[in-house]
């Protein structure tokens, strides 16, 4: 559950720049949000956001995700699908911001907003509003073959935008029972867990195509994905576009 560039890990991508969005197909409509949800097994306030993520990865719109964190293992109970590239990840999200906001349950929306995981209002706000960070302008498409995961980024409408395309290998669905620390006695279902962060390449404002070989998520024991754009400085920081794939 590393956040490595994908290049190390596997051979065959293959960027070549398109003129026009290529021909693999979107999994379902062009997502609206991102959400991504920092939580724990060993936060006894984070239930009711994992069960919120539950709801919203019906929501064909919203790109839900979950992303366990390691420090409040220390509390009597390691989560089993945390990483501390995740962990890494939300503290990076705070600096980016300049608020240092760093808690269980925390969602970020697109890169940008952040509310209390479990407050449904404040999320479902961040989601409908453009102002605020619900905003994927750059299209994104994909599909999965036996042997490779086709991506097509769109242009930007936007002159002199550049990001950099991530693929996420997810698990659809993680049941665990926890034996000790807060939440001892619970069984709690996960949904779209992230299982790595795997840099496909750069991306510089003009459609373009790759091509991942499908092993990628053999090695990270998900059994779906996605393709996320998102700008870097230093850091994570807006997300333009997104794409689901199969189950999600």
Known sequence: MTRVP???LLAGLVPVGLGLLGPARAQDAAPRAVVELFTSQGC???PPADRLVNELARDPGVIALTLPVTYWDYLGWKDTLASTSFTARQRAYASMRGDRQVFTPQAVVNGAATVVGSDRAALERSIRD???AASLPVAI?????PDRIVIDVGASPETGRSAEVWLLPVARTREVAIGRGENRGRTMTYRNVVRGMYHVGSWRGAAAHYEVPRTALAAADADSYVVMLQTENNGPGRILGAAKGPGL
Do not use: F, I, K, V
């Not at 498409?141 to 073959?145: G, I």
């Open 44 to 46: 006894s306030s984070c």
């Open 130 to 132: 453009p102002g605020t």
């Open 141 to 145: 498409r994909s599909e999965a073959s």
């Open 6 to 8: 994908l290049h190390r």
